[in-house]
Each structure stands twice: as structure tokens, then as C-alpha cells.
């Protein structure tokens, strides 16, 4: 069964600590990975989709990594304004268009 | 340029009502996507329109769930006779052309709670 998990769940963060959330995925055929952010009482954001393994995208303090088996969003000196939830979604080869979502980190940057 | 947009915002209704929810896609994208999102847990796919093609529904929960899109634009997701397990965050998304790869742009969502 195709399975996408997020970790940790959770993770605390004074304001400068780098850190990397992680998206592991067990899926047959991926076609596609994407990094949502969302915050309270909003709909997810779009911030990166990834291809293929060893593909790596950055915008501003955030950088998407891609292997075989997982995806790292790093996220080098956060401010507080990163404070959000962040998904990951992959889209893998099945019988049609739609994406699996994982359960989420919830980042909170502490100033 | 316009987002997509969702209405209502929030809805409260008593168990076994019907309630009807609101997506206005962005203009242009011939895919529509229905998600929902329970407390704690991931966005669960429910329905996808791609143009004039049949609607893939294979997420629908069960049959008191049904969605129609109209002239290829806006959407209605319907929920027949509401029970409190139905409350959750129903979010819309569109993209472009729906070949997957492409990226999803969500609404804000609608908020139902069933009492």
C-alpha cells in the first residue's frame, strides 16, 4: 500500500536553530513530491515540487532535498514567522490523477 | 489574480441536516479537487473533476456524499443527512490541466460542524 509519513510530528525551534523535517514514502512509481505550508485556519501553500532523487529546491530559508525513499525540507534559521504546519504530498503512478498526503510537521519557532 | 475561493467559511448544523459547500476554482484550471481534513489527521482525497470527463470519486466516503461541477468551473460538494463524524475542514483545490504533476492551489476550506 502506497504510505506517506511525516516527522517528527512536531518540532520546537528557538529562533536561529536549523533544523530538517522528514517525509518518508513507500509508493510504486513516484511521479511527483510537494512541500505544502499551512497555517492556522488557512489552505496549504504551495512551496516546492520535486521529480526525481537528487533533485533540490530552495526558497529563502527553506531547501527541499529528494532520494529514492524520503524527502528532507531543512529549514536553516528560522524565524517565528515559519511557525506553520508543513505537508508533504506524493504523487505516485496508480490508476488516476490524485495525490497522498502525509499527517504534517507542526514547526513552531520560538523568538 | 483570484485565488481559489471556498463558501461558506464556516457552517454549523444539526446531525441529519444536508448541507451544501462552495468552490470557485481560479479561472483557467480544468482540474478541481475536493479534499477533507479531520483534527490530526492528513488531507483525505474525495473527489476530482478533470474537465469534461467523468469525476473520479473514488474518495467519497459513502453514498450521503456527492459533488457536481457545473459549466467546468464551480463545484458543489453535497453531504446528505449530516452525522458528526461529517465535521472536519472540507478544502478545494484546482490545477491547471490535472495530470498530477502539476501544483494544487487550495482555498481557504470550510469549516462544518455537525452538533
Known amino acids: 500500500e502506497d504510505q506517506v509519513t511525516q516527522s517528527p510530528e512536531a518540532l520546537r525551534l528557538q529562533e536561529g536553530e536549523s533544523s530538517s523535517l522528514n517525509c518518508s514514502y513507500t509508493?510504486?512509481?513516484?511521479?511527483?513530491l510537494f512541500w505544502y505550508r499551512q497555517d492556522p485556519g488557512k489552505g496549504p501553500e504551495f512551496l516546492f515540487t520535486l521529480y526525481s532523487a537528487g533533485e533540490e529546491k530552495e526558497k529563502e530559508r527553506l531547501k527541499a532535498t529528494l532520494t529514492k525513499k524520503e524527502s528532507f525540507l531543512h529549514i536553516t534559521a528560522p524565524k517565528p514567522e515559519d511557525s506553520a504546519t508543513y505537508l508533504c504530498?506524493?504523487?505516485?503512478?496508480?490508476?488516476?490523477?490524485?495525490?497522498?498526503f502525509g499527517t504534517g510537521t507542526k514547526l513552531q519557532v520560538i523568538p | 489574480g483570484a485565488g481559489v475561493s471556498q463558501s461558506p467559511s464556516n457552517k454549523v448544523t444539526e446531525k441529519g441536516k444536508d448541507v451544501e459547500l462552495r468552490c470557485d476554482p481560479i479561472s483557467g484550471h480544468t482540474a478541481l479537487y475536493w479534499y477533507r481534513q479531520s483534527l490530526g489527521q492528513g488531507l483525505e482525497f474525495l473527489i476530482y473533476f478533470q474537465g469534461n470527463s467523468a469525476p473520479d470519486k473514488s474518495g467519497l466516503p459513502s453514498d450521503r456524499f456527492s459533488a457536481e461541477r457545473t459549466g467546468g468551473s464551480v463545484s458543489t460538494l453535497t453531504i446528505q443527512r449530516t452525522q458528526q463524524e461529517d465535521s472536519a475542514v472540507y478544502l478545494c483545490?484546482?490545477?491547471?490541466?490535472?495530470?498530477?504533476?502539476?501544483?494544487?492551489?487550495f482555498g481557504p476550506g470550510t469549516r462544518l460542524l455537525v452538533l
Open positions: 509508493v510504486s512509481g513516484l511521479r511527483g
Open positions: 483545490a484546482s490545477s491547471l490541466a490535472g495530470n498530477g504533476k502539476e501544483t494544487q492551489y
Open positions: 504530498a506524493v504523487h505516485f503512478s496508480g490508476g488516476y490523477q490524485k495525490v497522498t
